[in-house]
Protein backbone atom coordinates (compact mmCIF):
# COMPACT_ATOMS: atom_id res chain seq x y z
CA UNK A 1 0.00 0.00 0.00
CA UNK A 2 2.89 2.47 0.93
CA UNK A 3 5.08 1.47 -2.23
CA UNK A 4 1.20 2.33 -4.41
CA UNK A 5 0.82 5.77 -2.70
CA UNK A 6 4.91 6.32 -3.22
CA UNK A 7 4.26 5.76 -7.14
CA UNK A 8 1.14 7.24 -7.28
CA UNK A 9 2.64 10.77 -5.47
CA UNK A 10 5.37 10.39 -7.72
CA UNK A 11 4.01 10.53 -10.78
CA UNK A 12 1.64 13.24 -9.44
CA UNK A 13 4.97 15.68 -8.93
CA UNK A 14 5.90 14.26 -12.31
CA UNK A 15 2.51 16.10 -14.18
CA UNK A 16 2.64 18.88 -11.92
CA UNK A 17 6.52 19.69 -12.97
CA UNK A 18 5.17 18.99 -16.88
CA UNK A 19 2.42 21.54 -16.37
CA UNK A 20 4.20 24.12 -14.88
CA UNK A 21 6.94 24.12 -17.60
CA UNK A 22 4.27 24.37 -20.40
CA UNK A 23 2.69 27.48 -18.31
CA UNK A 24 5.95 28.94 -18.39
CA UNK A 25 6.91 28.20 -21.74
CA UNK A 26 3.11 29.44 -22.99
CA UNK A 27 3.41 32.70 -20.69
CA UNK A 28 7.34 32.95 -22.78
CA UNK A 29 5.65 32.78 -25.79
CA UNK A 30 2.49 34.99 -24.97
CA UNK A 31 5.06 37.95 -23.82
CA UNK A 32 7.13 37.53 -26.76
CA UNK A 33 4.44 37.97 -29.16
CA UNK A 34 2.54 40.58 -27.59
CA UNK A 35 3.78 44.50 -27.46
CA UNK A 36 5.54 45.35 -24.13
CA UNK A 37 2.93 47.50 -21.59
CA UNK A 38 3.38 49.62 -19.23
CA UNK A 39 1.60 51.46 -16.47
CA UNK A 40 -0.02 54.41 -17.61
CA UNK A 41 -3.07 56.99 -15.99
CA UNK A 42 -4.79 59.37 -17.19
CA UNK A 43 -6.95 62.13 -15.21
CA UNK A 44 -9.59 64.45 -16.44
CA UNK A 45 -8.60 67.53 -17.91
CA UNK A 46 -10.59 69.65 -19.88
CA UNK A 47 -8.04 70.85 -21.70
CA UNK A 48 -7.09 67.67 -22.91
CA UNK A 49 -10.17 67.38 -25.46
CA UNK A 50 -9.02 67.95 -28.83
CA UNK A 51 -9.49 68.28 -32.19
CA UNK A 52 -9.48 64.34 -34.35
CA UNK A 53 -11.23 62.09 -36.54
CA UNK A 54 -13.96 64.36 -37.10
CA UNK A 55 -14.83 68.18 -36.87
CA UNK A 56 -18.06 67.23 -34.69
CA UNK A 57 -15.94 66.05 -31.86
CA UNK A 58 -13.63 66.32 -29.35
CA UNK A 59 -11.24 63.54 -27.95
CA UNK A 60 -9.57 63.16 -24.89
CA UNK A 61 -6.64 60.22 -25.45
CA UNK A 62 -6.03 58.13 -22.69
CA UNK A 63 -2.53 57.19 -23.20
CA UNK A 64 -3.41 53.33 -23.94
CA UNK A 65 -1.79 53.45 -27.31
CA UNK A 66 1.65 54.78 -26.19
CA UNK A 67 1.36 52.47 -22.91
CA UNK A 68 0.95 49.47 -25.19
CA UNK A 69 2.77 50.33 -27.99
CA UNK A 70 0.02 50.58 -30.31
CA UNK A 71 -1.79 47.59 -29.33
CA UNK A 72 -5.31 49.44 -28.22
CA UNK A 73 -6.58 52.90 -28.04
CA UNK A 74 -9.04 54.02 -25.35
CA UNK A 75 -10.28 57.86 -25.96
CA UNK A 76 -13.12 59.45 -24.54
CA UNK A 77 -14.82 61.32 -27.24
CA UNK A 78 -17.32 64.62 -26.74
CA UNK A 79 -19.33 65.60 -29.36
CA UNK A 80 -19.83 68.96 -30.18
CA UNK A 81 -23.61 70.54 -29.79
CA UNK A 82 -25.56 70.92 -32.13
CA UNK A 83 -25.79 67.54 -34.23
CA UNK A 84 -25.99 68.63 -38.03
CA UNK A 85 -26.98 65.32 -40.18
CA UNK A 86 -25.74 66.91 -42.97
CA UNK A 87 -22.16 66.76 -41.57
CA UNK A 88 -22.55 64.08 -39.10
CA UNK A 89 -24.50 61.22 -41.21
CA UNK A 90 -22.29 59.76 -43.39
CA UNK A 91 -21.99 55.87 -43.77
CA UNK A 92 -18.21 54.44 -42.93
CA UNK A 93 -16.97 51.87 -41.34
CA UNK A 94 -13.53 50.90 -39.06
CA UNK A 95 -10.69 49.02 -40.58
CA UNK A 96 -10.14 47.23 -36.56
CA UNK A 97 -10.28 43.98 -35.34
CA UNK A 98 -12.34 45.11 -32.10
CA UNK A 99 -14.17 48.02 -31.08
CA UNK A 100 -16.25 48.52 -27.93
CA UNK A 101 -17.84 51.96 -27.02
CA UNK A 102 -19.88 52.96 -23.75
CA UNK A 103 -22.07 55.77 -23.28
CA UNK A 104 -20.91 57.66 -20.72
CA UNK A 105 -23.32 60.93 -20.47
CA UNK A 106 -26.05 62.07 -23.23
CA UNK A 107 -27.32 59.99 -25.29
CA UNK A 108 -26.40 58.71 -29.35
CA UNK A 109 -28.68 57.47 -32.40
CA UNK A 110 -26.71 55.39 -34.72
CA UNK A 111 -27.45 52.89 -37.47
CA UNK A 112 -25.44 49.65 -37.77
CA UNK A 113 -25.71 47.76 -40.84
CA UNK A 114 -28.37 44.63 -40.07
CA UNK A 115 -29.19 46.00 -36.54
CA UNK A 116 -31.03 49.13 -37.52
CA UNK A 117 -31.49 52.70 -36.05
CA UNK A 118 -30.67 52.32 -32.03
CA UNK A 119 -30.70 54.97 -29.43
CA UNK A 120 -27.83 53.96 -26.74
CA UNK A 121 -28.29 55.86 -23.30
CA UNK A 122 -25.52 56.63 -20.42
CA UNK A 123 -24.60 52.92 -19.24
CA UNK A 124 -25.23 51.71 -22.66
CA UNK A 125 -22.08 49.57 -24.54
CA UNK A 126 -21.95 47.60 -27.47
CA UNK A 127 -19.73 46.14 -29.71
CA UNK A 128 -18.99 47.33 -33.49
CA UNK A 129 -17.77 44.00 -34.68
CA UNK A 130 -14.57 44.41 -37.32
CA UNK A 131 -15.96 46.58 -40.53
CA UNK A 132 -19.57 47.07 -40.09
CA UNK A 133 -21.02 49.96 -41.88
CA UNK A 134 -22.79 52.16 -39.37
CA UNK A 135 -23.69 55.85 -39.56
CA UNK A 136 -24.41 58.60 -36.70
CA UNK A 137 -28.17 59.66 -36.98
CA UNK A 138 -28.08 62.15 -33.97
CA UNK A 139 -27.04 62.64 -30.23
CA UNK A 140 -27.50 65.18 -27.69
CA UNK A 141 -26.23 68.28 -26.82
CA UNK A 142 -23.84 66.15 -23.53
CA UNK A 143 -23.21 63.32 -25.35
CA UNK A 144 -19.85 61.56 -24.67
CA UNK A 145 -18.56 57.93 -25.06
CA UNK A 146 -16.12 56.04 -23.88
CA UNK A 147 -13.84 54.22 -27.44
CA UNK A 148 -11.69 51.34 -26.94
CA UNK A 149 -9.96 49.87 -30.77
CA UNK A 150 -7.77 47.30 -31.37
CA UNK A 151 -5.18 48.23 -33.17
CA UNK A 152 -4.60 51.71 -31.95
CA UNK A 153 -3.93 52.93 -35.38
CA UNK A 154 -6.63 52.04 -37.70
CA UNK A 155 -7.95 53.27 -41.17
CA UNK A 156 -12.08 54.80 -41.62
CA UNK A 157 -13.59 54.69 -44.81
CA UNK A 158 -16.50 56.44 -45.70
CA UNK A 159 -18.74 54.98 -48.21
CA UNK A 160 -20.82 57.81 -49.46
Not at 22 to 46: D, G, I, L, N, Y
Not at 72 to 86: D, G, L, Q, S, Y
Not at 105 to 115: A, H, S
Amino acid sequence: MARTKAKSSGRRARRQTAIKRRSAATSTARRQTKPRQRFVVSHHREEDFEGGLRRYAKYRDLGIARATNGMVRAHVIRFVPPCRPEEVSKRHYHDVDFQMVYVLKGWIKTELDGQGAIVMRAGSAWIQPPRIEHVVLDYSDDCEVLEVILPADFATVELE
